[in-house]
T-cell receptor, first 114, second 116 residues
Framework: QKEVEQDPGPLSVPEGAIVSLNCTYS??????FMWYRQYSRKGPELLMY????GNKEDGRFTAQVDKSSKYISLFIRDSQPSDSATYLC??????????????FGTGTLLAVQP | DTAVSQTPKYLVTQMGNDKSIKCEQN?????MYWYKQDSKKFLKIMFS???????INETVPNRFSPKSPDKAHLNLHINSLELGDSAVYFC???????????????FGQGTRLTVV
């Protein structure tokens, strides 16, 4: 079993829809949670960064972390065709040294249809 | 200015050859990484350096050897390339990771390596 599980999709939604992307994890030491967006043939770019449990909102994006359930989510409101990309969740324990390495999910491919 | 830049962007080479990928960051970060992304888009860490010191060395064949001449540069040399080495290699950097804290990494554009 992988440390981080993510539905690979693909997920296809119409423009304007609310998108929900999710990851589950097994390592209770994780306390830093990130979402990256990766366009085709580009490097991952950081979208959201969250420490511990709770919600964080940035424009059309909302990240949620539920450490008790070991479950994180990314919501995209009013989705646009430009949101079409692969979304990767990542997390780390963050206690220094090797515990700071990011463990990634496998990514969810999202297509927003105009 | 590109924050994390790596060269070359594409690399096609024959089995058995030796090749190098170079990475530079201008973010002032102390920690740099090499990640490998396979054909299924799965990203896995290979190495991490903090201010020229190796701090993470995952289970990677010793044909792969990282080198960090200074904290802004991290290179990856691969000996005796094999077909299975074909992947996209990403360089990344972050704040000082020796003592913990914010762990988000900033990635370069990747080097697409194809071994034929």
């Amino acid at each position: 079993q992988k440390e981080v599980e993510q539905d690979p999709g693909p997920l296809s939604v119409p423009e304007g829809a609310i998108v929900s992307l999710n990851c589950t994890y097994s390592n209770s030491a994780f306390q830093y949670f990130m979402w990256y967006r990766q366009y085709s043939r580009k490097g991952p770019e950081l979208l959201m960064y969250t420490y511990s449990s709770g919600n964080k909102e940035d424009g059309r994006f909302t990240a949620q972390v539920d450490k008790s359930s070991k479950y994180i989510s990314l919501f995209i409101r009013d989705s646009q065709p430009s949101d079409s990309a692969t979304y990767l969740c990542a997390m780390s324990a963050g206690y220094g040294g090797a515990t700071n390495k990011l463990i990634f999910g496998t990514g969810t491919l999202l297509a927003v249809q105009p | 200015d590109t924050a994390v830049s790596q060269t070359p962007k594409y690399l096609v080479t024959q089995m058995g050859n030796d090749k190098s990928i170079k990475c530079e960051q201008n973010l002032g970060h102390d920690t740099m990484y090499w990640y490998k992304q396979d054909s299924k888009k799965f990203l896995k860490i290979m190495f991490s350096y903090n201010n020229k010191e190796l701090i993470i060395n995952e289970t990677v064949p010793n044909r792969f050897s990282p080198k960090s001449p200074d904290k802004a540069h991290l290179n990856l040399h691969i000996n005796s390339l094999e077909l299975g080495d074909s992947a996209v290699y990403f360089c990344a950097s972050s704040q000082d990771q020796r003592t913990g804290g914010r762990t988000e990494a900033f990635f370069g554009q990747g080097t697409r390596l194809t071994v034929v």
